[in-house]
């Protein structure tokens, strides 16, 4: 007798560009991993909440759709942005309003070398670079604070004001902590740039010598951003979970990505780690206007954040296979062009349905 599957309402936003193709590969390995499980199934949902429908209509969701956004059990977004439209205009238009009203205060991004993917780091192979970059997600420097006098004149004055909160600052750390304890190596290294900034990272810093006491199984230590870009490329291996602020961890996530084989690679979750929000996953790429439409987009990134949202609603299992699934795809060199092979986004994806089978 098969017990009754649980269904998850999903919503995707593909947004531009790439954020279209790899968002259409991540539902159709989706739909083969919940076929193959079947402990589980996914409706989908898609908005239309793109560039182009901003250019023709003036806005990217409607004035409700952040209400629409909370009906469902998980977000899928793929990428926004494009060359048309000033960048800020989309990120705030889109991104960082769900980000903030629906409690997503964590963007985790894991890096490791995949198997048959190769490091520019002559050291560094498979399994690898095993990090989790825990991003500040909803404060510091995107906190959208500041303004512009004079815009016009020579003189112009623009401000951008970093926010850091308490409450802000201890939230993100308890769950870098927690993050950082669930892992073998339980360590955790705290980065900030508080030999130059006065205020912010120095509450930083005294928040995390407190809240390092609740943690005594955590090894920790701090670092400065630009020290840290020189230790992950230098000596990667005394590294395991990163906390960092909103912009810093924006910076050493891309970093990582390309360590470890491509920015196509490597995936994020914006977390709502009180579950009364949907949570939001996406690979950290953008919208590639270089490549979109051509069919070439890497789709592991969206398949790596389709995997941690499954694993997000509960099914550590699915989610495992899933990776797996992506391994054996990458090991057999079937890879696109990003990871110097010569396979379409379609190949993969095939590729990857194909291994779930096998795994599952
Ligand atoms: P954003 O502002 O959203 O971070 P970006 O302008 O930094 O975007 P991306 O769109 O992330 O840039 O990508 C930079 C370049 O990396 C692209 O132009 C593309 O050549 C390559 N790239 C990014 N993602 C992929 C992918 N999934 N597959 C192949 N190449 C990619
Ligand atoms: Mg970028």
Redesign the pocket.
């Known amino acids: 007798i098969r017990t009754k599957s649980r269904v998850f309402k999903i919503v995707t936003i593909p947004g531009d560009?790439?954020g279209v193709d790899?968002t259409e590969a991540a539902v159709a390995v989706l739909q083969k991993l919940a076929a193959v499980s079947g402990t589980f199934e996914f409706e989908f949902t898609e908005k239309d909440w793109s560039s182009k429908k901003y250019q023709e209509r003036g806005y990217y969701m409607p004035e409700d759709g952040l209400d629409q956004l909370k009906k469902f059990d998980a977000i899928y977004f793929g990428?926004?942005?494009w060359p048309d439209v000033p960048?800020h205009i989309s990120l705030w238009g889109l991104i960082l309003p769900i980000r903030n009203a629906l409690g997503q205060y964590v963007n985790v991004r894991p890096t490791r070398v995949l198997r048959g993917i190769t490091s520019p780091l002559k050291d560094c192979g498979p399994g690898d670079l095993d990090w989790v970059i825990v991003r500040e997600n909803s404060e510091g420097e995107y906190a959208g604070h500041g303004g512009t006098t004079h815009g016009a004149f020579s003189h112009a004055i623009a401000t951008e004001v970093s926010i850091f909160t308490r409450v802000g600052i201890e939230r993100i750390f308890r769950f870098a902590f927690e993050t950082a304890r669930s892992r073998p190596r339980k360590k955790l290294t705290m980065v900030t740039k508080s030999n130059a900034q006065r205020h912010g990272m120095v509450l930083w810093d005294k928040i995390f010598t407190e809240i390092t006491k609740e943690y005594p199984d955590v090894e920790t230590d701090k670092m400065l951003v630009d020290a840290m870009t020189v230790r992950m490329t230098l000596h990667p291996k005394t590294l395991d979970t990163i906390v960092a602020t909103n912009l810093h961890a924006d910076i050493l996530s891309?970093l990582a990505a390309a360590l470890s084989g491509?920015?196509?690679i490597a995936p994020s979750s914006n977390l709502d780690p009180t579950r009364e929000f949907p949570s939001m996953f996406e690979?950290?790429?953008?919208?590639?206007?270089?490549?979109a439409g051509k069919g070439?987009?890497?789709?592991i990134?969206?398949f790596w954040s389709a995997a941690e949202m499954v694993r997000w609603l509960g099914f550590t299992e699915a989610a495992d296979g899933l990776m797996a699934a992506i391994e054996n795809v990458t090991e057999a060199e079937i890879k696109?062009?990003?990871l110097a092979g010569a396979s379409d986004t379609k190949t993969v994806t095939e590729a990857v349905c194909k291994e779930i089978e096998k795994v599952l």
Request: avoid cysteine.
């Open positions: 560009g790439i790899i990428a926004v942005g960048d891309d491509s920015i196509g690979p950290i790429h953008g919208s590639a206007p270089d490549i070439i987009a890497n789709p990134g969206a696109t062009k990003d």
